[in-house]
Structure formats: structure tokens, C-alpha cells
């Protein structure tokens, strides 16, 4: 593999409500073509996470230590004024289907719209994890299946425990 190319300076944002072996297995890969990535939880309660941004951010510190030129941090707003900010010149997606890829292209259209300098890329995700979400893994999780190999181990017991304790407090 030849080295990254330094000058690129990536944010790959998201929810990660949890992060899947699908995100970490893109950041793997991302990680290997620009200088410096930034995975980027967004700020955003609307969407009824199960995880705090605070839990997110520090499972994405944990399974993510392993990768020295990959960041964590979030952000509440327009992407693209993010990245701005963090002097990033790249966004980085995933597509796992053809169902991604309309959201995700009006997604990139209207970044480029309101930043044209800064470039999205997609990058496929590997045929293992191209079913895998955290929503279906959260569900599943939820009616008891076994999710192991669809999230890091340490991820994995953590979303057996927050889901034991939002059911408690639903009854
Ligand atoms: O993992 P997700 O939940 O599909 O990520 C969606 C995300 C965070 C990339 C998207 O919702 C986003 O960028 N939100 C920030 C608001 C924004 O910039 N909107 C304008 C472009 S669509």
C-alpha cells in the first residue's frame, strides 16, 4: 500500500449510535489514503439516540486507538462549516447499497452547493458489513440475537447494559 496522501485531511461523520465493525472497518480503510481523519459524532437529540454524544465519543476513543491519524469529535450545525473549521478538505461516506446512494448523493450535492472546495468520496463498504447498521444492530441486540463479529467486543457489552437499562426505565 503506497502512503496516504498527507495533504488530505478527512472527516467521516455520523451518528455511531453504536459504531459497528462496518464504520471501524471504513475508518480502517480511509485512514490508510489521507494525512489525518476525524470521525465526527453529530450533535443531535431529535434523533432519540441510545448512547449519549459523551458515551459515543468515548467508544469511538476506545476502538480507535489503534489508528494514529484518526481523531474523534463532534459537531452540531452544517457539516461542511465544520470541517471548515477543522481545516478539512474531504468528506468521507460509506455506501453499503444502492438504497444508500440516494440519500448520500443529495447529502454530497448539497455539501458541494454550500462548499465546493471541500470534496466528498465514498468509499464501498466491504461485502461483510454491507448489512450491518446500528439501527438493525440495536434491534437485534434488543430481541436477544447474537450480534458478535457485527460490533468490537467491548461495544458489544456495553449495548447489552444500555439496553437492559432503557427497558428497565420504559416499564
Ligand atoms: O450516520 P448518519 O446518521 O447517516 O449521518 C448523517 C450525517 C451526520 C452525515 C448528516 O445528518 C449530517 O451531515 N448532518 C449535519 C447537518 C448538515 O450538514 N446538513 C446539510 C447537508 S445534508
Redesign the pocket.
Same mark, same amino acid.
Given at each position: 500500500m503506497s502512503a496516504p496522501t498527507a495533504c488530505l485531511i478527512a472527516i467521516y461523520? #455520523?451518528?455511531? $449510535?453504536p459504531i459497528t465493525n462496518g464504520h471501524l472497518d471504513l475508518i480502517a480503510r480511509a485512514s490508510r489514503l489521507v494525512g489525518r481523519l476525524e470521525v465526527? @459524532?453529530?450533535r443531535?437529540e431529535a434523533?432519540q439516540p441510545l448512547f449519549s454524544v459523551e458515551e459515543r465519543i468515548e467508544m469511538l476513543h476506545e476502538v480507535l486507538q489503534p489508528y494514529p491519524n484518526v481523531e474523534v469529535g463532534s459537531?452540531? #450545525?452544517?457539516? @461542511? $462549516?465544520?470541517a471548515a473549521e477543522r481545516g478539512a478538505n474531504m468528506?468521507v461516506?460509506g455506501i453499503r447499497a444502492i438504497s444508500d446512494y440516494e440519500?448520500e448523493l443529495? &447529502?454530497a450535492l &448539497?455539501?458541494r452547493r454550500?462548499r465546493p472546495e471541500i470534496e466528498t468520496a465514498f468509499l464501498m463498504a466491504s461485502e461483510a458489513y454491507s448489512f450491518v447498521s446500528?439501527k438493525m444492530v440495536k434491534e437485534v441486540c434488543s430481541l436477544g440475537g447474537n450480534i458478535s463479529g457485527l460490533v468490537p467486543p467491548s461495544i458489544e457489552g456495553r449495548l447489552k447494559n444500555a439496553l437492559k437499562l432503557y427497558k428497565l426505565h420504559r416499564v
Open positions: 461523520p #455520523g451518528s455511531f $449510535d465526527a @459524532v453529530l443531535n434523533k459537531f452540531e #450545525g452544517l457539516l @461542511v $462549516d465544520y468528506v461516506r440519500y443529495q &447529502m &448539497m455539501n454550500l446500528s
